[in-house]
C-alpha cells in the first residue's frame, strides 16, 4: 500500500525558520523517519513539497494516478485559507490525515481555524515532528483496517 505525504508552505524551511514554534529538526529528517517506520511495517511512502497552492492540489489530483491509499497532509498557511485544497481531498476521496507541528489551536486567532479538519479521518497538531510519525501510525492503521475489511467481504463473497 501506499501513502502520499504532503508538505506545504515553507515546512522546507524547517530547522531554520522559528525554531522555537516548530523545532530544529529539517524536513529532510522527518521524512527519513517516516520512511524507515513505512518501510518497516510494508508500506510504500512518498513525499511532496511545495510553497503553491496549485501544486498542492494537483499533487492531490494526481494521487489518483499514482495509486496511492491514503494521503498525509501539513497544508500550513494553506489550512486556513485554502478551499482549493479542501475541494481536492474531497474530490479524491482518499483516506486523509491532517498533521501540524504545532498546536493551531494555541496560536493566533487566525491560525485556529481548519478548512480541512471536518473532512479528513482526523488531525494531528502540537507534537512537533513527532505529529508526522503519529500521523503516519494513524495512515497504517487506517489503511490496514481497509484492507482487512475488503479481505473479509472477498472471503464472504466465495
Given at each position: 500500500m501506499k501513502i502520499k505525504v504532503i508538505h506545504g508552505p515553507?515546512?522546507?524551511?524547517?530547522?531554520?525558520?522559528?525554531?522555537n514554534i516548530y523545532g530544529p529538526m529539517k524536513l529532510e529528517d522527518i521524512n527519513k523517519n517516516m520512511e524507515v517506520v513505512a518501510k518497516?511495517?510494508?508500506f510504500e511512502i512518498e513525499f511532496y513539497q511545495s510553497n503553491h497552492e496549485g501544486d498542492?492540489?494537483?499533487a492531490?489530483?494526481?494521487?489518483?494516478n499514482e495509486k496511492v491509499d491514503g494521503i498525509i497532509i501539513n497544508p500550513a498557511a494553506f489550512t486556513h485559507t485554502s478551499i482549493a485544497i479542501r475541494d481536492a481531498i474531497k474530490a479524491v476521496n482518499l483516506p486523509t490525515v491532517e498533521v501540524h507541528l504545532s498546536n493551531i489551536a494555541a496560536r493566533e486567532d487566525?491560525?485556529?481555524?481548519s478548512l480541512i479538519s471536518d473532512i479528513v479521518a482526523g488531525t494531528i497538531t502540537g507534537?512537533?515532528?513527532?505529529?508526522y510519525h503519529l500521523g503516519l501510525l494513524?495512515?497504517?492503521?487506517?489503511?490496514?483496517e481497509i484492507k482487512m475489511l475488503k479481505e473479509q467481504q472477498q472471503n464472504q463473497g466465495n
Amino acid at each position: 500500500m501506499k501513502i502520499k505525504v504532503i508538505h506545504g508552505p515553507n515546512l522546507n524551511m524547517l530547522g531554520i525558520r522559528e525554531v522555537n514554534i516548530y523545532g530544529p529538526m529539517k524536513l529532510e529528517d522527518i521524512n527519513k523517519n517516516m520512511e524507515v517506520v513505512a518501510k518497516q511495517n510494508g508500506f510504500e511512502i512518498e513525499f511532496y513539497q511545495s510553497n503553491h497552492e496549485g501544486d498542492i492540489v494537483d499533487a492531490i489530483q494526481e494521487s489518483i494516478n499514482e495509486k496511492v491509499d491514503g494521503i498525509i497532509i501539513n497544508p500550513a498557511a494553506f489550512t486556513h485559507t485554502s478551499i482549493a485544497i479542501r475541494d481536492a481531498i474531497k474530490a479524491v476521496n482518499l483516506p486523509t490525515v491532517e498533521v501540524h507541528l504545532s498546536n493551531i489551536a494555541a496560536r493566533e486567532d487566525f491560525r485556529k481555524k481548519s478548512l480541512i479538519s471536518d473532512i479528513v479521518a482526523g488531525t494531528i497538531t502540537g507534537f512537533g515532528p513527532f505529529s508526522y510519525h503519529l500521523g503516519l501510525l494513524a495512515m497504517m492503521q487506517i489503511l490496514n483496517e481497509i484492507k482487512m475489511l475488503k479481505e473479509q467481504q472477498q472471503n464472504q463473497g466465495n
